[in-house]
């Protein structure tokens, strides 16, 4: 494959699509949403949010409406909430249901049902909610909404936009003020969005930047209409081959840039990254910019771990980016990336390890010696990357093949589908192998 050259446009952002489509379902009225990613985990969301009433339908590539029932109307679903592969999926519908009196159950994959569900059984269990879930506080789960809840104030104890937004979606039909302590900033597009379908929240942010978040509950949602940026998780796998891949000169338009999803951009210019901003706009209230990425020696960092929330999702790719860099790159505080779809942090230290890069790995991050630009040197095809139903491993193993001698064979390549479809024709595109 070649340098990846011209324009191109990533579907919509995963995050907003979620909430878009269940904020619409609560509203009273159509709800009309363009750019709406339609990855697996998205359809999860609107399978849930049908079974539960709201009326949802495609219309074109990315053009959805959606006809909400209101909030506090929601209906008991007839069969359990088929969740695939989502954790965002999964929490924030426990928060919604955990304040309306209807009984749930949730399940999901092989992956999903091995993750921690305990960060929101804990603060929906204070608002009254019951719960019977398999060991460990896992999937599969039932939950019985409490009628009326309780509301309460909770301070997060782990940096997660899930666990924030459960306990502000459940407070959407809770009677008083229900308020998140935030000590430690994650993306803000639940706050954003309850804002701009007519939520009463505030947002107050102390000297040492705690973040409390106050939401009245019994809320009246107006109807939407709501343009999703590109999703900067989704343009991060070609910003990365880009800049790996010598002579690459590509365009990505239309990328959201939200100060709490960009952190990954700003370390790889650290790290000598060419990533020009062009067209800055304001898309459906959220910043967004043309990337125009081309390719560069990159050198390796120590990464902040005051960063890792702003681009939690997105260190499998800078470690392939750390793998072509010249010199050390120390990555810390990734706990949360143990509990993803898999254990990222291992499982990238042994997919790198068979491309045939330095790493080490250790209880929190990894740390990786780069080749300085050449090519990985490993024999990747003769033992396949296992992806363990993770698909960002799967992407970001794809973009590490691209400067790889061997090449990178993953042994599973369907996970790609649950965020982002058009990957692998995209890729070809960008590098003239379509
Ligand atoms: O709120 C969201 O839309 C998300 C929050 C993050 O999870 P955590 O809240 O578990 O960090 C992220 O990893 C996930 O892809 C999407
Ligand atoms: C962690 C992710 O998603 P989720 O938690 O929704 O499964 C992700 O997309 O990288």
């Known amino acids: 494959m070649g340098p990846l050259t011209g324009r191109i446009r990533v579907p919509g952002d995963k995050s907003i699509s979620h909430r878009s489509i269940m904020l619409g379902a609560l509203a009273v009225g159509r709800t009309r949403v363009t750019g709406l990613l339609e990855g697996e985990d998205v359809l999860s969301t609107a399978a849930a949010m049908r079974a539960m009433g709201a009326t949802i339908e495609r219309h074109d590539s990315g053009e959805w409406t959606v006809d909400g029932v209101g909030v506090g109307s929601l209906l008991q679903p007839q069969q359990a909430l088929d969740m695939g592969n989502s954790g965002t999926s999964t929490r924030l519908l426990m928060g919604l249901v955990s304040s309306h009196p209807i009984t749930a159950t949730f399940t999901g994959d092989a992956s999903l049902s091995k993750r921690p569900m305990s960060r929101v059984i ?60 935030e000590p430690v900033p994650t993306r803000d597009h639940s706050e954003r969005m309850l804002r701009g379908f007519g939520a009463d929240l505030s947002v107050e942010v102390d000297s040492a930047g705690t973040r409390t978040i106050r939401i009245v509950g019994e809320a009246d949602l107006k109807p939407q209409v709501i343009e999703v940026p590109g999703d900067p998780s989704s343009a991060a796998f070609f910003v990365v ?194």
């Open 122 to 181: 804990d603060p929906l269990s204070q608002i009254g909610a019951e719960f019977t879930a398999a060991p460990g506080g896992r999937l599969p789960l039932t939950l019985r909404g409490a009628f009326p809840a309780v509301p309460i104030e909770y301070c997060l104890p782990v940096a997660s936009a899930q666990v924030k937004s459960a306990i502000l979606l459940a407070g959407l039909n809770t009677p008083g003020v229900t308020t998140v302590i």
């Open 241 to 434: 081959a880009a800049l790996i891949v010598p002579g690459s000169d590509l365009v990505i338009e239309n990328v959201g840039l939200n100060p709490t999803r960009a952190a990954l951009f700003d370390m790889l210019r650290a790290m000598g990254g060419s990533i020009e901003e062009l067209n800055p706009r304001d898309v459906g209230g959220e910043p967004v910019a043309d990337l125009r990425v081309r390719a560069s020696a990159l050198t390796g960092i120590n990464v902040d771990p005051a960063v890792v929330p702003s681009m939690v999702d997105e260190f499998p790719v800078l470690f392939v980016a750390a793998a072509l860099a010249k010199g050390r790159t120390v990555t810390t505080g990734l706990e949360e990336l143990r509990v993803k779809e898999s254990d990222r942090i291992s499982a990238m230290r042994a997919a790198l390890e068979l491309a045939g890069a330095r790493v080490t790995e250790t209880e929190d991050g990894l740390i990786i010696d780069g080749t300085g630009g050449d090519p990985l040197p490993g024999t990747a095809t003769a033992a396949q990357v296992v992806t363990h139903l993770d698909h960002r491993i799967a992407m970001s193993m794809a973009v590490a093949g691209l400067a790889s001698r061997a090449g990178v064979e993953v042994d599973d390549t369907r996970p790609i589908a649950t965020s982002f479809p058009v990957f692998e024709s995209l890729l070809a595109t960008a590098t003239g192998s379509a």
